[in-house]
């Protein structure tokens, strides 16, 4: 009798089995989205880069580069010698932001694109040359395991605006760069001229080097009110690794130079500027605010005063909130809470270190938050030193966030507070005369404002020459401008140069 059950048993399974094979299998469950290229958008040699997945509410265009609340799912994966007959499949198991987001959208239309970055110069989504699908709108339900196919059939082309009387949109050749990197290279600058400058032809002008926020383009010139007393000029704010920051950096090449070496002097020799130190000046908030400051510290006698609201962390002391010296985690703090990245002005988290990270580990290649091109990877590409593979070394590991300890040294040349510290027998007579001005919120929506006062402790200790520059904290400001009006700084800038 055992015998007979068990040879029973053994019959219904195979049967069972032989049965199941024959019917059609279901999809698995989750979102999956397939990207190919168009045959006409391969071009001559198949390229190798990022492909992304945006989803977005109907009706809209999906933001790649956002990380703040509310936000859909954004997704990534690799793609090597991408051509028209492969298709590149991206799921839940892709690099997703935010976490598990996919799986538990709710289900609807939304409208969805894909893109393929693959500009090696800049690190940016809509890049020129970056492939991209026309946004359609689909009924998305994780559950029900639906499949989009997008095709990618257009490419980003430059956007530069006609250059008019006042406002002028330059692409530079720079030797500087073009031989760090190994292939030909591009300066870009915006050019803002005094109004009647064609009729004033006798007239000399100052130069003031105007950096805007984080990735601001050199397009965004537009935007700035002409001077009659200054030619200003807005540097491009994107590179091979993001924002360059326009200084000397192993990853981004001589950029500090390039600006100083070849593009003022051409600025200054085709736009009637004086050359001259007494003329130069330099301001910016945010990512212009530290940038202002640092060309100011790092060519003290090239430039005569910044003006720098709510700057980038002047000292890696405070990182942000992370103290990178000591803290042995990013995204965790000593009270083993995820640490906030942002905040409102009454205080209340937007958003944490780690959460900005998977956003950026999502748009890297390969998945690393360091070759993303955001906020994060730019800095880690300024400040830090470059890898065996030509790539930017990660100052901490991208899911756990445990800083790497061993590349702080390189980093110690970027921490502006130590810079003055450690050479101010030096620097603090070329910066005296009342040449800095700072200015951040005491609210920063970055914590940007503890930096801040950790620098203006270091400072009111110098002596021979003391610090005769300022450093407002404002209470209950958050990252906006403030402190001086733009005509209060370009009057300031007038009165240093001509006394009037």
Known sequence: MPFRVVLTVVFITASLAALLATQPTKPPAGLRFVVKIDPGQVGAKPASGRVLVGIAKKGEIPDFTNYKPPVLPILGTDAEAFTADKVVILSAASDVFPLSALNTLTPGEYAVQAVFATNPDINLPDAPGNRYSTPVTVTLDPAAGTTVTLTLDKAFEAAVPKNDETHKFLTLPSKLLSDFHGRPMNYRVGVVL??????????????????????????????????????????????????????????????????????????????????????RFTCGMSTGGWVSFALQ????????????????????????????????????????????????????????????????????????????????????????????????VPVW??????????????????????????????????????????????A???????????????????????FDGTIQIEPHKGHIPGGWSRKEMLDAMATRAWGK
Do not use: M
Request: glycine residues 12%; charged residues 25%.
């Open 194 to 279: 005094p109004p009647n400058f064609d009729q004033e032809k006798d007239k000399t002008y100052g130069l003031v080097v105007d950096i805007g926020g984080f990735g601001t383009r050199y397009t965004d010139a537009r935007g700035i009110e002409p001077d009659p007393r200054f030619v200003k000029i807005l540097p491009d704010g994107a590179g091979p690794f993001g924002d360059p920051y326009q200084v000397n950096s192993a990853n981004n090449g001589p950029y500090g130079d390039a600006l100083i070496r070849e593009v003022i002097p051409f600025v200054e020799k085709t736009f009637r500027c004086g050359g001259n130190p007494r003329l």
């Open 297 to 392: 510290v790092f060519y003290p006698d090239f430039f005569n005063g910044c003006w720098s609201q709510c700057p980038d962390s002047v000292t890696f002391d405070r990182y942000e909130l992370i103290d990178l010296y000591n803290d042995p985690n990013a995204y965790i703090n000593a009270f083993g809470f995820d640490r906030p990245g942002t905040r409102t002005l009454d205080g209340d988290v937007i958003s944490t270190v780690r959460h900005e990270c998977q956003l950026e580990r999502v748009l890297g290649r390969g998945g690393r938050w360091e070759l993303s091109g955001r906020d994060w990877a730019s800095w880690n590409a300024v400040y830090g030193p470059r890898g065996r593979d030509g790539r930017p």
């Open 397 to 442: 590991d991208g899911k756990t966030g445990v800083i790497n300890k061993a590349v702080l040294d390189h980093w110690k040349a970027y921490d502006l507070k130590r810079v003055l510290v450690q050479n101010w027998p030096v620097l603090g007579p070329k910066l005296s005369g009342g040449k800095v001005h700072i200015w951040v919120g005491e």
């Open 444 to 466: 920063d929506d970055y914590f940007l404002n503890v930096a801040v006062h950790i620098l203006k402790e270091a400072v009111a200790k110098f002596q021979a020459p003391v």
